[in-house]
């Protein structure tokens, strides 16, 4: 069937490609729109704590977001009577004209400042602002803020600097763009130097290359069309279409020189290669979407999203790679001649050579593998969680380093918290309501870590008309929302101290401290980044576990369905398995955390990693079947699939390890897991396999020779 099928295509290659490159051209315009979305929120689900609160606070106090402005002595400032201090009485003046022209903004609603730190080298502005509702909303008011800053001007010898929360989620937003084009851009030239260099052949190059370009076209274009953004956890996506796309690229051309060097015509030898790969590719194709789909069970948004986005990747990659590659490779490349590269030939030789090595003692290799597998354990044991912010950004980008400072002087927002006031029973200004927070605040600053509580409920007199005089009072009533049933105050700790698995212990007893004293008609809830990266560790870890049974699950059943072997299911999802303990182990070695990136990191080794096995055993299978030995089999595997899979895991790895040039922490650390992860794959199914199918063989022939 799959020759008839191939038959026909190549007949009417040049309309194929014609109706390919039409449609590639309709995604690309789509393309076009695709957007970024860098929040935080989108990590984690929509009715956690973090984004629950999050929206009651917007829809009560209205959507707003705080910026700073923060003031410091320029060091590297040339002026011979530099100021030395933000106290300076220019200095202070012309902060104060900031004050003034910021509020002719209209999104600026509120200037608190300007707060000067204790040693009075630090001053800053917090601005309250009103953000549009709008995808573009947050640009615009930034944009305009920073219009007011430029009219004012630069205060000489003062460095001035526009940073906070919402402006570093901006510029993840910029560096998630930068770092995309740029690994993609270094990935798709080390390919094509990497091809060209074992290919020798411009033609055949730009064809392995355009079904990967053609494959993250359409797929960017879908992505539009079902208004998917990309987010922070679908970062590095365009390099695993690029490594998974060139991998099934690569297996096809190989298949194809296999024929031709045989003597076959374009045509006959296209038919045999790919009737030859049609089942190994359609098993890679489904086990691998089986792997990516795992990710559609998580928990967390991130996972899912993850889960979608790949298994359309692999589904785009799959019939660009059966529907348009043959019909290239016969109209531009149909007079191609394979030539010899020196390095393959005595990598070949090498792999042959391991060959007979497995097929003589296969119970030393399996046993060897076991040995190096105990010893990554110890290393997986020793990997740990990291969903600090550090991961997103840069700790040398001046935005950072500006809140950082900020943070230093004024109090670190990150080692703060803040708590909701819910009234259950009307208005919050309310005697009893006020006694009791009193009393919470009163034991929260008793505790040893945590440094003051800063609320306006604190220091107030328990009078009924003093509280209702005083929280009318404009200056007072920031803390409330306009009918008086959600109010605010801040917890401000010395430092919150995380796990490995990036929990923290101090907020476990804040939150005991909040459950254990009741306010008289109101509920309390915590709120704040620290909320939002610990429900991000909690969902990563719940993440990890689930997405990685069922994968295993999945790709289990799919591939012993697809060669109707339970036996054939256990040989493709072992080595997998081994590969990803070597892979983790090799992180804790090297101290690579987990991060909320890597949260599917297993479901997508195993999705990438089991066409090696595939493949192998798919190989080795078809020249049993021919009626070649063991040894030769292996022989003929290694020579030709194991070139293919040596010279994809080269591609897939340059891919990967480009995702170390990334600004941000989090894609360089996925980037090192995944490069990890790859050679693991390599290895692990280049010795297990064809040792285990050696002494599975060797029980096969002394069950004949009993027999006889």
């Given at each position: 069937?799959?020759r008839?099928?191939?038959?026909?295509?190549l007949?009417?290659?040049?309309?194929?490609?014609?109706?390919?490159?039409?449609?590639?051209?309709?995604?690309?315009?789509?393309?076009?729109?695709?957007?970024?979305?860098?929040?935080?929120?989108?990590?984690?689900?929509?009715?956690?704590?973090f984004?629950?609160?999050?929206?009651?606070?917007?829809?009560?106090?209205?959507?707003?977001?705080?910026?700073?402005?923060?003031?410091?002595?320029?060091?590297?400032?040339?002026?011979?009577?530099?100021?030395?201090?933000?106290?300076?009485?220019?200095?202070?003046n012309?902060?104060s004209?900031?004050?003034?022209?910021?509020?002719?903004?209209?999104?600026?609603t509120?200037?608190?400042?300007?707060?000067?730190?204790?040693?009075?080298?630090?001053?800053?502005?917090?601005?309250?602002?009103?953000t549009?509702?709008?995808?573009?909303?947050?640009?615009i008011?930034?944009?305009?803020?920073?219009?007011?800053?430029?009219q004012?001007?630069?205060?000489?010898?003062?460095?001035?600097?526009?940073?906070?929360?919402?402006?570093?989620?901006?510029?993840?937003?910029?560096?998630?763009?930068?770092?995309?084009?740029?690994?993609l851009?270094?990935?798709?030239?080390?390919?094509?130097?990497?091809?060209?260099?074992?290919?020798?052949?411009?033609?055949?190059?730009?064809?392995?290359?355009?079904?990967?370009?053609?494959?993250?076209?359409?797929?960017?274009?879908?992505?539009?069309?079902?208004?998917?953004?990309?987010?922070?956890?679908?970062?590095?996506?365009?390099?695993?279409?690029?490594?998974?796309?060139?991998?099934?690229?690569?297996?096809?051309?190989?298949?194809?020189?296999?024929?031709?060097?045989?003597?076959?015509?374009?045509k006959?030898?296209?038919?045999?290669a790919?009737?030859h790969?049609?089942?190994?590719?359609?098993?890679?194709?489904?086990?691998?979407?089986?792997?990516?789909?795992?990710?559609?069970?998580?928990?967390?948004?991130?996972?899912?999203?993850?889960?979608?986005?790949?298994?359309?990747?692999?589904?785009?990659?799959?019939f660009?790679?059966?529907?348009?590659?043959?019909?290239?490779l016969?109209?531009?490349?149909?007079?191609y001649?394979?030539?010899?590269?020196?390095?393959?030939?005595k990598?070949?030789?090498?792999?042959?050579?391991?060959?007979?090595?497995?097929?003589?003692?296969?119970?030393?290799?399996?046993?060897?593998?076991?040995i190096?597998?105990?010893?990554?354990?110890?290393?997986?044991?020793?990997?740990?969680?990291d969903?600090?912010?550090?991961?997103?950004?840069?700790?040398?980008?001046?935005?950072?380093?500006?809140?950082?400072?900020?943070?230093y002087?004024?109090g670190?927002?990150?080692?703060?918290?803040?708590?909701?006031?819910?009234?259950?029973?009307?208005?919050?200004?309310?005697?009893?309501?006020?006694?009791?927070?009193?009393?919470?605040?009163?034991?929260?600053?008793?505790?040893?870590?945590?440094?003051?509580?800063?609320?306006?409920?604190?220091?107030?007199?328990?009078?009924?008309?003093?509280?209702?005089n005083?929280?009318?009072?404009?200056?007072?009533?920031?803390?409330?929302?306009?009918?008086?049933s959600?109010?605010?105050?801040?917890?401000?700790?010395?430092?919150?101290?995380?796990?490995?698995?990036?929990?923290?212990?101090?907020?476990?007893?804040?939150?005991?401290?909040?459950?254990?004293n009741?306010?008289?008609?109101?509920?309390?809830?915590?709120?704040?980044?620290?909320?939002?990266?610990?429900?991000?560790?909690?969902?990563?870890?719940?993440?990890?576990?689930i997405?990685?049974?069922?994968?295993?699950?999945?790709?289990?059943?799919?591939?012993?369905?697809?060669?109707?072997?339970?036996?054939?299911?256990?040989?493709?999802?072992?080595?997998?398995?081994?590969?990803?303990?070597?892979?983790?182990?090799?992180?804790?070695?090297t101290?690579?955390p987990?991060?909320?990136?890597?949260?599917?990191?297993?479901?997508?080794?195993?999705?990438?990693?089991?066409?090696?096995?595939?493949?192998?055993?798919?190989?080795?299978?078809?020249?049993?079947?021919?009626?070649?030995?063991?040894s030769?089999?292996?022989e003929?595997?290694?020579?030709?699939?194991?070139?293919a899979?040596?010279?994809t895991?080269?591609?897939t790895?340059?891919?990967?390890?480009?995702?170390?040039?990334?600004?941000?922490?989090?894609?360089?650390?996925?980037?090192?897991a995944?490069?990890?992860?790859?050679?693991?794959?390599?290895?692990?199914?280049?010795?297990?396999?064809?040792?285990?199918?050696?002494?599975?063989?060797?029980?096969k022939?002394?069950?004949?020779?009993?027999?006889?």
């Amino acid at each position: 069937m799959i020759r008839k099928l191939v038959e026909k295509q190549l007949r009417y290659s040049i309309p194929i490609v014609m109706v390919f490159f039409f449609i590639t051209g309709i995604f690309g315009f789509y393309a076009l729109q695709l957007t970024i979305d860098p929040s935080f929120s989108a990590l984690v689900s929509s009715d956690s704590q973090f984004n629950t609160y999050e929206r009651v606070l917007a829809n009560s106090k209205g959507n707003t977001d705080a910026f700073l402005l923060f003031f410091k002595p320029d060091e590297s400032s040339r002026l011979t009577q530099r100021p030395i201090s933000v106290t300076d009485e220019n200095v202070i003046n012309r902060i104060s004209t900031y004050n003034d022209i910021l509020l002719q903004s209209p999104y600026v609603t509120n200037v608190i400042g300007p707060i000067i730190s204790d040693d009075e080298q630090y001053a800053q502005l917090i601005l309250q602002v009103e953000t549009p509702r709008s995808r573009d909303g947050f640009s615009i008011v930034i944009n305009d803020v920073r219009y007011y800053v430029e009219q004012v001007g630069e205060i000489a010898g003062i460095d001035t600097t526009l940073t906070g929360f919402p402006l570093l989620l901006n510029r993840v937003n910029t560096l998630l763009i930068e770092d995309n084009l740029t690994t993609l851009a270094f990935t798709f030239i080390v390919v094509f130097l990497v091809l060209i260099w074992y290919f020798r052949d411009l033609a055949v190059t730009f064809i392995a290359l355009s079904i990967p370009t053609i494959s993250l076209i359409i797929l960017a274009g879908l992505m539009a069309l079902l208004d998917v953004s990309i987010t922070i956890t679908l970062a590095a996506v365009g390099i695993l279409v690029l490594g998974i796309s060139v991998s099934f690229t690569i297996h096809v051309i190989i298949g194809y020189e296999k024929y031709i060097e045989q003597g076959l015509d374009a045509k006959d030898a296209l038919i045999e290669a790919m009737e030859h790969l049609h089942i190994a590719i359609i098993a890679s194709f489904i086990t691998t979407l089986a792997g990516f789909t795992a990710l559609l069970f998580g928990v967390s948004p991130s996972s899912q999203s993850q889960g979608l986005v790949l298994s359309m990747a692999i589904s785009i990659i799959f019939f660009v790679t059966f529907g348009l590659l043959p019909c290239l490779l016969y109209i531009f490349a149909s007079k191609y001649k394979p030539s010899k590269v020196k390095v393959f030939e005595k990598i070949k030789e090498y792999l042959v050579k391991l060959a007979r090595i497995q097929a003589q003692f296969p119970k030393t290799v399996i046993f060897g593998v076991v040995i190096a597998t105990f010893f990554f354990i110890y290393g997986a044991s020793q990997v740990g969680f990291d969903t600090s912010n550090e991961n997103w950004i840069p700790s040398n980008d001046p935005i950072q380093q500006s809140f950082r400072e900020s943070a230093y002087a004024f109090g670190d927002d990150f080692s703060s918290l803040q708590v909701v006031v819910e009234s259950t029973r009307g208005d919050l200004r309310d005697i009893d309501v006020v006694r009791d927070l009193q009393q919470v605040a009163r034991i929260l600053e008793s505790h040893p870590d945590i440094e003051r509580v800063d609320s306006v409920f604190k220091e107030i007199e328990l009078d009924n008309q003093v509280i209702i005089n005083t929280f009318s009072n404009p200056q007072n009533n920031r803390a409330f929302n306009s009918d008086y049933s959600l109010a605010t105050f801040t917890i401000r700790v010395i430092s919150f101290d995380e796990g490995a698995d990036g929990s923290s212990g101090l907020l476990r007893e804040i939150q005991q401290i909040i459950d254990e004293n009741e306010v008289f008609g109101a509920k309390l809830t915590l709120f704040g980044d620290t909320i939002r990266f610990q429900e991000l560790g909690e969902s990563l870890g719940r993440d990890t576990g689930i997405t990685t049974v069922i994968s295993f699950v999945l790709v289990f059943i799919i591939a012993s369905f697809t060669y109707m072997s339970i036996r054939v299911g256990i040989m493709s999802i072992l080595p997998i398995l081994i590969s990803i303990i070597w892979a983790v182990g090799i992180m804790g070695y090297t101290g690579v955390p987990f991060t909320a990136l890597s949260t599917g990191l297993i479901a997508l080794v195993l999705g990438i990693g089991i066409d090696f096995s595939i493949h192998l055993v798919n190989s080795i299978y078809n020249y049993l079947k021919e009626g070649k030995d063991l040894s030769q089999a292996l022989e003929y595997t290694l020579n030709y699939s194991g070139g293919a899979l040596v010279l994809t895991t080269i591609t897939t790895f340059i891919g990967f390890a480009s995702l170390i040039l990334a600004t941000l922490l989090g894609i360089q650390r996925l980037g090192l897991a995944l490069a990890f992860s790859i050679v693991s794959v390599f290895l692990v199914s280049i010795i297990l396999v064809p040792a285990i199918i050696s002494l599975g063989y060797a029980r096969k022939l002394k069950r004949e020779l009993r027999k006889n």
